[in-house]
Nanobody, 121 residues
Framework: QVQLVESGGGLVQPGGSLRLSCTASGNIVQVNTMGWFRQTPGSDRELVATITQGHATTYADAAKDRFTITRDNGKRTIYLQINSLKPEDSAVYYC???????????????WGMGNQVTVSS
Protein backbone atom coordinates (compact mmCIF):
# COMPACT_ATOMS: atom_id res chain seq x y z
CA GLN A 1 0.00 0.00 0.00
CA VAL A 2 0.89 3.64 -0.36
CA GLN A 3 0.30 6.37 2.20
CA LEU A 4 0.22 10.08 1.45
CA VAL A 5 0.42 12.63 4.24
CA GLU A 6 -0.32 16.27 3.46
CA SER A 7 0.49 19.37 5.46
CA GLY A 8 0.59 23.13 5.13
CA GLY A 9 -3.02 24.13 4.72
CA GLY A 10 -4.93 26.63 6.80
CA LEU A 11 -6.40 30.10 6.79
CA VAL A 12 -4.63 32.70 4.66
CA GLN A 13 -5.49 36.27 3.81
CA PRO A 14 -6.07 37.25 0.18
CA GLY A 15 -2.79 38.08 -1.50
CA GLY A 16 -0.84 35.83 0.81
CA SER A 17 1.19 32.73 0.02
CA LEU A 18 1.06 29.13 1.09
CA ARG A 19 3.11 25.98 0.57
CA LEU A 20 1.53 22.57 0.75
CA SER A 21 3.61 19.44 1.27
CA CYS A 22 2.85 15.79 0.63
CA THR A 23 5.08 12.91 1.65
CA ALA A 24 4.62 9.44 0.26
CA SER A 25 5.53 6.19 1.97
CA GLY A 26 4.95 2.51 1.48
CA ASN A 27 5.20 0.38 -1.62
CA ILE A 28 6.16 3.02 -4.15
CA VAL A 29 7.36 2.28 -7.64
CA GLN A 30 10.33 4.35 -8.81
CA VAL A 31 8.49 5.63 -11.88
CA ASN A 32 5.42 7.54 -10.77
CA THR A 33 3.59 10.79 -11.08
CA MET A 34 2.47 12.83 -8.12
CA GLY A 35 0.18 15.79 -8.10
CA TRP A 36 -2.32 18.06 -6.45
CA PHE A 37 -6.05 18.19 -6.97
CA ARG A 38 -8.62 20.36 -5.25
CA GLN A 39 -12.31 20.16 -4.51
CA THR A 40 -14.98 22.55 -3.28
CA PRO A 41 -18.38 21.54 -1.91
CA GLY A 42 -20.72 20.45 -4.67
CA SER A 43 -18.00 20.33 -7.29
CA ASP A 44 -15.88 17.59 -8.80
CA ARG A 45 -12.28 17.15 -7.80
CA GLU A 46 -10.15 19.03 -10.29
CA LEU A 47 -6.54 18.87 -11.33
CA VAL A 48 -4.19 21.58 -10.13
CA ALA A 49 -0.76 20.30 -11.15
CA THR A 50 1.28 17.12 -11.57
CA ILE A 51 4.98 16.30 -11.59
CA THR A 52 6.82 13.18 -12.68
CA GLN A 53 9.86 11.68 -10.99
CA GLY A 54 11.82 13.35 -13.78
CA HIS A 55 10.34 16.72 -12.75
CA ALA A 56 8.20 17.18 -15.83
CA THR A 57 5.20 19.29 -14.82
CA THR A 58 1.68 19.92 -16.01
CA TYR A 59 -0.68 22.61 -14.77
CA ALA A 60 -4.36 23.31 -15.09
CA ASP A 61 -4.98 26.55 -16.95
CA ALA A 62 -6.20 28.18 -13.75
CA ALA A 63 -2.95 27.28 -11.98
CA LYS A 64 -0.33 28.30 -14.51
CA ASP A 65 0.38 31.79 -13.16
CA ARG A 66 0.39 31.51 -9.37
CA PHE A 67 1.03 27.84 -8.60
CA THR A 68 4.36 26.02 -8.64
CA ILE A 69 4.75 22.30 -8.08
CA THR A 70 8.12 20.86 -7.12
CA ARG A 71 9.42 17.52 -6.01
CA ASP A 72 12.18 16.05 -3.86
CA ASN A 73 12.59 12.44 -4.91
CA GLY A 74 14.95 11.65 -2.04
CA LYS A 75 12.31 12.71 0.47
CA ARG A 76 9.42 11.29 -1.58
CA THR A 77 7.79 14.66 -1.14
CA ILE A 78 6.04 17.10 -3.42
CA TYR A 79 5.24 20.71 -2.76
CA LEU A 80 2.72 23.18 -4.07
CA GLN A 81 3.60 26.83 -3.71
CA ILE A 82 0.62 29.12 -4.15
CA ASN A 83 1.16 32.86 -4.41
CA SER A 84 -1.24 35.79 -4.54
CA LEU A 85 -3.99 33.66 -3.04
CA LYS A 86 -7.58 34.47 -3.95
CA PRO A 87 -10.79 33.53 -2.17
CA GLU A 88 -11.63 31.24 -5.10
CA ASP A 89 -8.53 29.19 -4.26
CA SER A 90 -10.33 28.03 -1.12
CA ALA A 91 -10.77 24.27 -1.35
CA VAL A 92 -9.67 20.97 0.03
CA TYR A 93 -6.37 20.13 -1.64
CA TYR A 94 -5.64 16.47 -2.20
CA CYS A 95 -2.30 14.86 -2.90
CA UNK A 96 -2.24 12.12 -5.53
CA UNK A 97 0.25 9.46 -6.54
CA UNK A 98 -0.24 7.46 -9.72
CA UNK A 99 1.85 4.42 -10.52
CA UNK A 100 1.79 0.98 -12.07
CA UNK A 101 3.97 -1.97 -11.23
CA UNK A 102 4.38 -3.19 -14.78
CA UNK A 103 3.78 -1.75 -18.22
CA UNK A 104 1.09 -4.35 -18.81
CA UNK A 105 -0.79 -3.35 -15.66
CA UNK A 106 -3.22 -0.50 -15.12
CA UNK A 107 -2.29 2.64 -13.28
CA UNK A 108 -3.41 2.87 -9.67
CA UNK A 109 -4.25 6.14 -7.95
CA UNK A 110 -3.58 6.81 -4.29
CA TRP A 111 -4.96 9.80 -2.41
CA GLY A 112 -4.17 11.72 0.71
CA MET A 113 -6.83 12.68 3.22
CA GLY A 114 -7.02 16.25 1.97
CA ASN A 115 -5.92 19.55 3.42
CA GLN A 116 -8.24 22.53 3.77
CA VAL A 117 -7.07 25.86 2.39
CA THR A 118 -9.25 28.86 3.19
CA VAL A 119 -8.51 32.27 1.74
CA SER A 120 -10.38 34.95 3.62
CA SER A 121 -9.84 38.26 5.33
Amino acid sequence: QVQLVESGGGLVQPGGSLRLSCTASGNIVQVNTMGWFRQTPGSDRELVATITQGHATTYADAAKDRFTITRDNGKRTIYLQINSLKPEDSAVYYCNLRQRRHVLMKYVDYWGMGNQVTVSS
